[in-house]
């Protein structure tokens, strides 16, 4: 990789202890996330994170056994339960490891920023673009892998282009045994050096750095092949997350999915735009006959490899298409827009400034369009209003069997998650859509309350979607169904609705029946997700 030059970003490294900035990011993030902190497990989180994490706390087990194993690597469950070690197990020391995770991950967009454009201020914008983007500023609390592996890589990048080889091979190994996906980032770096014109011995020991974290990983699967006698996950998973998205129709439309995720996603369009705009405009003159300095074309050649090989493996794997997946590129563009603008507008900070405020919108005002409630903001209704569903139940509803879907069937039957003191007996269906409800309505009644809720952020009005084509394409690819109200729900089933909540698009609700059945004849939830 190309030298990051041998005075500018080690002397700015030196004025700025790397030890301070952590500190002074991890009191921010942890501040900004404060209202946040002790909010109950939500979707994911309490599918598998928190019970897998939560089976090694009690057992030292690292393949779950209270949930399907995926075959994830175990380290995000050895931090949490290390963390609940040494604090407890409850959601803020949780949470707040997290917080701590996403301040290593800033921490590393600093030093990338300042290695790439030995720039403080470009490096302090970077950072807070970067934390306040909604879909990381969700992420920095809520206990998925991804922000782990997002953190080892941009650290992972970071050393690489200090031609810190192995260092940087260790924290790839690190986002590998974080996030099995990550692996994707090393390997296409590795492809990139061999196309290099670099001397022979250096670029095959960047090679062999580079493809060495195959190894652990490798090594993890033996460990779970030879536990559970699968090699990537239960079948149902593989199938969902591989074999099930390779048609070339389901590709295309993912790889669409995924270039807009990367640029226009939760308002990373107006950097995006504004960016594009700058480029139209000639870099700006320091002194006669010297420009403001771009980002070496040798470290913009690592941000593109990067982004196109996780934006083509994330259209090629993976059922649901989450932006978490995605975590790691968001800063690498925010890093090029960033420098883009002061390279070429003299009040670049102004820009800075409109794409902070659009950030700071997309945290709490939702798009127009389809979107996981994980990406902003949003999670944080549907965690309110499951709690405040819950309460109904245990406070009017207590010893009743309850039919629900995931995951309130989980939070009903795991008191970790934080929702329940005790288990509620539930029987779950798949969703609440018209063909559910009548494969539910024909089946014995063994519940006495039903426990409704939106599973599917789905605005009434859709401008960017192809109409009732691009609806048949979502509910082929990508899992899309849609929810009947209540009432309808009420009615195919033979209940009332007895209380209901709604907000910003999303809504619960309690279904009663006149008949009592027998509790002890209710289906459990079973094995969580």
């Not at 998925?144 to 192995?166: S, V, Y």
């Not at 149902?236 to 390779?246: G, I, S």
Request: with cysteine; aromatic share 12%.
């Amino acid at each position: 990789m190309a030298p990051a030059g041998k005075s500018g970003p080690r002397v700015a490294l030196k004025r700025v202890p790397l030890w301070a900035v952590l500190a002074a990011l991890f009191a921010v993030v942890l501040a900004l996330h404060a209202p946040l902190l002790r909010l109950p497990y939500y979707w994911d989180e309490a599918g598998y994170y928190i019970p897998a994490a939560y089976d090694f706390f009690r057992s030292g087990t690292m393949i779950p056994y209270s949930t399907q194993s995926n075959a994830h690597p175990p380290l995000p469950s050895l931090v949490l339960a290390g963390a609940w070690k040494v604090f407890k197990f409850a959601p803020l020391a949780t949470r707040a490891t997290m917080c701590f995770v996403a301040a290593i991950g800033l921490a590393a967009v600093w030093r990338l920023a300042l290695i790439t454009t030995r720039k403080h201020s470009v490096a302090t914008a970077t950072v807070a673009l970067t934390a306040l983007y909604p879909v990381w500023f969700a992420q920095s609390s809520l206990a998925h892998a991804d922000l782990f592996a997002a953190a080892a890589t941009l650290w992972a990048l970071a050393l690489l282009l200090e031609k810190r080889i192995w260092p940087s091979a260790l924290c790839f190994a690190l986002a590998a045994l974080s996030k099995e996906t990550a692996i994707v980032t090393p390997l296409a770096l590795a492809v990139l050096e061999s196309w290099r014109r670099s001397p022979r011995r250096r670029r095959i020991l960047t090679v062999t750095a580079l493809l060495s974290p195959l190894l652990p990983l490798a090594g993890w699967y033996v460990y779970h092949w030879r536990r559970m006698g699968y090699v990537f996950g239960n079948p149902q998973y593989v199938r969902y997350n591989a074999t099930a998205t390779l048609a070339p129709e389901r590709v295309l439309l993912a790889l669409g999915y995924r270039l807009l995720h990367v640029t226009g996603h939760m308002n990373m369009f107006v950097p995006v735009a504004l960016m594009l705009a700058c480029v139209l405009l000639p870099p700006i003159e320091e002194s006669p006959g010297r420009l403001r300095e771009r980002i070496a074309p040798a470290h913009q050649a690592v941000f593109y490899v990067v982004i196109a090989a996780n934006v083509v493996l994330f259209s090629l794997l993976g059922g649901a298409l989450l932006t978490r997946y995605l975590l790691p590129l968001y800063p690498l563009v925010l890093l090029l827009a960033v420098n883009t603008f002061r390279r070429r507008i003299l009040e670049w900070t102004s820009l800075v400034a409109l794409s902070a405020a659009a950030f700071v919108v997309g945290l709490f005002v939702n798009p127009p369009y389809r979107f996981a409630p994980e990406d902003n903001l949003e999670y944080v209704t549907v965690v309110h209003l499951h709690q405040a569903a819950i309460a109904q139940v245990m406070e009017h509803f207590r010893g009743a069997t309850v039919l629900t879907a995931w995951p309130a069937a989980d939070e009903l039957t795991k008191p970790e998650l934080g929702y329940v003191q005790r288990p509620v007996p539930v029987v779950e269906i798949d969703n609440f859509s018209a063909e559910e409800m009548r494969r539910t309505a024909e089946l014995p009644q063994t519940w006495s309350v039903a426990l409704a809720f939106s599973t599917k952020y789905d605005p009434a009005r859709l401008p960017f979607v192809f109409g009732s084509r691009g609806e048949a394409w979502d509910s082929r690819y990508f899992d899309f169904h849609r929810d009947l109200p209540p009432g309808i729900i009420a009615r195919l089933l033979g209940g009332r609705v007895a209380w209901g909540e709604a907000h910003k698009g999303e809504w619960v609700a309690l279904l009663q029946f006149e008949y009592i059945p027998d509790a002890r004849q209710a289906r459990s939830a079973g094995a969580g997700r």
